[in-house]
């Protein structure tokens, strides 16, 4: 079967885009044919025919820019209303009802004047660029940012066959009617695109993570709209208008290359006129200009546009026209000064003429596109119209009455040497622009990665229809929902909230009463305990019952003293709670308790866990004599152990931090050890020092979680030291830098950078094994293990490039890999690519697409052949530098086992000797043993 991956490479797009890409171009093909048609008619008919002269053609540029003026509006109105495949249907509608009138216009209304040409092509003029509003406004919903740098190139050159076909077929369509017939012509590609749009293309989803409904995201908007325009009062109309400097700097840039390109049209066209006297010559040059052009533009579109994009990045990519026209209006402009030529000048502008909507067509407008594409979804489409149509009626406006005025003054002047040169001026204008459009896009990618504008809870104050759809949601709503619900309503000063609470609790789910219940005790809801006790005395289910006990006894103390009296008939929970609530109301009576509680200890095991469970809330010399008396025979329960433990991190005894280190030494009660040692703070580091240095690996793997919590300058030091130092602690010595929040000085710089270099390098060759290999479904767990190294790999890549301090926003770019947020990810990666180094961004992005891709090979990785994993096995495991970890190899020396792979045994038995991990040594000894047979 011949395999399409060579077309996938060409164009630069991958398999899984292939279907829509495939809708996409049909659909702008037949939209491409269709205007291509009423273009040149256009053209060649009415605004180079007999019926206008070149006084005339100024109008032509005015009267188009007041006809876009409302219909630009009443897009927008429309915009929001209507779902993208909606609009575009709408739009080609209207194509289809109103080029049938312009044929009738034109056959039966007397052309006495230029107004009939200047008001059909102005027409015209106008369903071109709504047909291209709709398309593009479309295309903009179905692909994120990261898919924009590919597509767009692709699927906007899906016009130009189309225009080529149109333009070359048209020569041929000669006689008495050919306008009309050529106008009624269009409507039958314009036809074809409307069902193709209807029935093909409105079947395809729209990405709901970002989208959803469409009318629905355009309400969400309104609302942020709204509660915006409380903080832009103060703001210029023009900054409400464009809402974000992006668009309004783009859209600067627009109109000034707008300007550029009707001052050098509206030349050509006069040259043409002096040139060409019969209408027939006028539409054969024009045909054959155009077809030359679109021929260049398909080839550089289809294949270099979006690599250029990609290697050049997009400011540079927006500078190549302008660049690009200052050297060719330069060059014409002093041939023309040496000798002038009628046929020169035309097919020197014919030269600028073609190139610069190519340029623009290739290189500006996929870039415009892909720069609004971090934007919401209201403000992408927004941009868009913006860019190509809010802006296009004042550049032909400005230009038709530059033209007029022109004229006026010197009708037969000769206008190469100034347009030129106006040409020059606005173009060194646009490479300025480009600098503040860059700007402007790294700040809108970095404001698309942050956290949601409902972070904050301003929003709610006030705000009586919100109030009341919470409190709906808590009444009504599913458990999380409600949970939701109350903390909103608290953040929001909800006037009625204790009352609220009391009502709730007696009818909660388990879990919805467990929060109320922390919420009454954290907010001292007094009022409420005759309520929590009533329902404590009906409860049955014990934990809950405990819970309500708790409760009842932190905010009534006379309860908790009643309730001592009979401890005896109490659960261990209970009693805590009890002395908690004692110890905080009235800590100085609570002394004979204190001391019968120790004397009993020594006996009975409960008594002392609980008594090792308040100990903190005791005073010191109390704290010192039972720690003492404790340590003297260490309890050998567990549970006791532990309590123990954990009452000398709450109690900050530091002095005998030594116990606690040689119990994670010896690996017991791991996290207990953790939380204690945390609770003891920076001290331990300190003081313990050379205890510390002699712990063994697994031991300071808990001290690297304990550190990257104790925001402390000796906390700190010992991470830097471990980085220092570390052999086989990387990944969790880069997890707790990171943690800690930590940034590394220039000093340590290097080794930072080293191990980025070298996770990046490690990554890579996981993920060259992982496309180089077939695994079978006995293989999936090893795959699988793979995959979740090269997740970790590059994750931890991104935090060491945090670590290094360049890059403050890299946080909430590693946030949103964690957390797999596909869509925000599509920014963050476009901000990566932005700001790190292109040869670092060049592998990561390799790491990144495969997470984002479901942990499937992209087609530029696949390799034409692939073999089975356990062939790879001895070369992946033994001798790859990719760094496996220990559940990767014991599980690779397995299957190899399992498979009878008997190389692997002389492999294995050469691995040096000294300390590994158990289970490392646990599955090389099983390997060899079960080969060895």
Same mark, same amino acid.
């Given at each position: 079967m011949l395999s399409l991956q060579p077309v996938y490479r060409a164009l630069n797009i991958r398999p899984t885009e292939a279907p829509l890409v495939g809708k996409l171009l049909l659909l702008q093909f037949m939209l491409g044919i269709a205007n291509g048609i009423i273009t040149?008619?256009?053209?060649?008919?009415?605004?180079?025919?007999?019926?206008?002269?070149?006084?005339?053609?100024?109008?032509?540029?005015?009267?188009?820019?007041?006809l876009l003026f409302p219909i630009n509006g009443l897009y927008v109105r429309l915009d929001l209303k209507y779902d993208p495949r909606q609009l575009l249907g709408i739009v080609i509608a209207v194509a289809l009802l109103t080029i049938p009138a312009l044929a009738a216009m034109w056959h039966y209304v007397p052309k006495n004047g230029p107004w009939i040409p200047i008001i059909i092509a102005s027409w015209i003029l106008m369903v071109y660029l709504i047909t291209g509003y709709g398309y593009w406004g479309l295309a903009a919903v179905f692909f994120n940012v990261r898919e924009s740098r590919r597509v767009f190139s692709v699927i906007g050159a899906g016009d130009l066959p189309g225009k080529m076909l149109a333009y070359a077929v048209i020569p041929f369509f000669k006689g008495k009617y050919e306008l009309e017939l050529l106008l009624l012509v269009s409507l039958i590609f314009f036809a074809a695109a409307f069902l193709i749009n209807r029935y093909w293309i409105s079947t395809a989803t729209l990405p709901a993570a970002e989208h959803g409904d469409h009318g629905h995201d355009h309400a969400q908007d309104g609302g942020h709209q709204t509660h915006e325009h409380k903080h832009t009062k103060g703001r210029k109309w023009w900054a409400r208008f464009f809402e974000t400097p992006l668009i309004l700097r783009i859209a600067v840039f627009s109109m000034v290359g707008y300007g550029i390109l009707h001052l050098v049209e509206f030349s050509f066209f006069k040259e043409i006129k002096i040139k060409f006297s019969k209408t027939d010559d006028i539409v054969q040059f024009v045909s054959r200009v155009l077809f030359i052009s679109s021929t260049i533009a398909l080839l550089f579109k289809l294949i270099l546009s979006s690599r250029i994009i990609n290697r050049l990045g997009l400011a540079r990519s927006l500078v190549i026209t302008p660049i690009l026209t200052i050297i060719a209006a330069l060059s014409i402009l002093a041939i023309n000064l040496m000798q002038e030529s009628t046929s020169w000048n035309l097919y020197g502008l014919a030269i600028i003429y073609v190139f610069t909507p190519i340029l623009r067509s290739v290189m500006q407008e996929p870039v415009f596109f892909i720069l609004f594409q971090p934007l919401n979804v209201h403000l992408r489409l927004k941009g868009h119209i913006i860019a190509k149509g809010y802006v296009y009626p004042p550049a032909l406006m400005a230009t038709g009455l530059i033209i007029y005025f022109w004229l006026r003054q010197s009708p037969a002047a000769n206008t190469i040497a100034p347009v030129l040169i106006t040409v020059i001026l606005l173009s060194i204008a646009c490479i300025f622009i480009v600098g503040s459009i860059n700007k402007a896009y790294v700040k809108a990618v970095m404001q698309s990665v942050q956290k949601g504008f409902f972070g904050g809870l301003g929003v709610f104050a006030n705000n009586?229809?919100?109030?009341?759809?919470?409190?709906?949601?808590?009444?009504?709503?599913?458990?999380?929902?409600?949970?939701?619900?109350?903390?909103?309503?608290?953040?929001?000063?909800?006037?009625?909230?204790?009352?609220?609470?009391?009502?709730?609790?007696?009818?909660?789910?388990d879990a919805f009463r467990y929060y109320l219940l922390k919420i009454i005790k954290q907010e001292n809801?007094?009022?409420?305990?005759?309520?929590?006790?009533?329902?404590?005395?009906?409860?049955?289910?014990?934990?809950?019952?405990?819970?309500?006990?708790?409760?009842?006894?932190?905010?009534?103390?006379?309860?908790?003293l009643d309730k001592w009296q009979q401890a005896d008939s109490h659960s261990f929970k209970e009693k805590k709670a009890i002395l908690r609530s004692l110890l905080d109301h009235n800590p100085a009576g609570t002394a004979d308790i204190l001391d019968n509680l120790h004397q009993s200890?020594?006996?009975?095991?409960?008594?002392?866990?609980?008594?090792?469970?308040?100990?903190?809330?005791?005073?010191?010399?109390?704290?010192?004599?039972?720690?003492?008396?404790?340590?003297?025979t260490p309890p050998q329960q567990k549970e006791t152990a532990e309590a123990l433990?954990?009452?000398?991190?709450?109690?900050?005894?530091?002095?005998?931090?030594?116990?606690?280190l040689h119990e994670l030494s010896e690996n017991r009660h791991r996290m207990a050890c953790k939380e204690a040692l945390q609770m003891m703070g920076d001290n331990i580091f300190t003081q313990h020092q050379n205890i510390i240095n002699a712990l063994p690996h697994r031991a300071k793997k808990t001290l690297l979680e304990v550190a990257s919590n104790i925001k402390t300058a000796p906390a700190q030091q010992f991470l830097i030291d471990q980085l220092v130092s570390s052999n086989r602690l990387e990944l969790e010595t880069i997890e707790a830098l990171y943690k800690q929040g930590l940034k590394v000085d220039i000093a340590h710089k290097n080794i930072v950078t080293d191990q980025f270099e070298n996770n990046l390098q490690q990554a890579a060759n996981k993920l060259w094994l992982i496309t180089q290999t077939k695994f079978t479904a006995e293989e999936h767990l090893l795959?699988? #293990?793979?995959? &979740?190294?090269? %997740? *970790?790999?590059?994750? !931890?890549?991104?935090k060491l490039l945090s670590l290094t301090g360049d890059f403050p926003y890299l946080q909430r770019v590693i946030e949103l890999v964690e957390k797999g947020q596909k869509h925000q990810m599509h920014n963050a990666i476009e901000l990566l690519d932005l700001t790190i180094p292109k040869h670092y961004f060049d592998q990561l992005v390799l790491l990144l697409d495969f997470i984002m891709n479901n942990h499937?090979?992209?087609?530029?990785?696949?390799?034409?052949?692939?073999?089975? #994993?356990?062939? &790879?096995?001895? %070369? *992946?495991?033994?001798? !790859?530098p990719a760094g496996f970890s220990v559940w990767t190899k014991s599980l690779a020396w397995y299957l190899a086992a399992q498979k009878g792979d008997k190389k692997i045994v002389a492999a294995l038995k050469r691995l040096p000797a000294g300390v590994r991990h158990p289970m490392e040594e646990e599955t090389k000894q099983f390997v060899l043993s079960a080969l060895s047979k």
């Open positions: 040149v008619s256009s053209l060649g008919f009415l605004l180079l025919g007999k019926y206008i002269d070149i006084q005339q053609l100024s109008w032509v540029y005015i009267t188009s820019a007041l009586d229809s919100v109030t009341r759809t919470l409190l709906e949601k808590v009444i009504f709503g599913k458990e999380a929902e409600k949970i939701h619900a109350i903390n909103l309503l608290k953040k929001s000063d909800y006037e009625h909230y204790e009352q609220l609470i009391s009502s709730q609790l007696p009818n909660a789910s809801y007094k009022k409420v305990v005759p309520l929590v006790t009533q329902l404590y005395q009906s409860e049955t289910i014990r934990k809950t019952k405990e819970r309500l006990f708790e409760v009842v006894c932190e905010l009534d103390e006379t309860f908790a200890s020594a006996a009975r095991e409960e008594d002392l866990q609980l008594l090792l469970s308040i100990l903190h809330k005791t005073d010191d010399a109390f704290q010192h004599r039972v720690i003492s008396s404790v340590l003297d433990i954990k009452a000398l991190g709450k109690c900050k005894q530091t002095m005998h931090a030594n116990f606690i795959e699988r #293990a793979i995959t &979740n190294e090269i %997740d *970790a790999d590059a994750l !931890s890549a991104l499937k090979p992209i087609s530029t990785l696949q390799s034409k052949t692939t073999v089975s #994993a356990h062939k &790879n096995l001895h %070369d *992946a495991v033994m001798n !790859s």
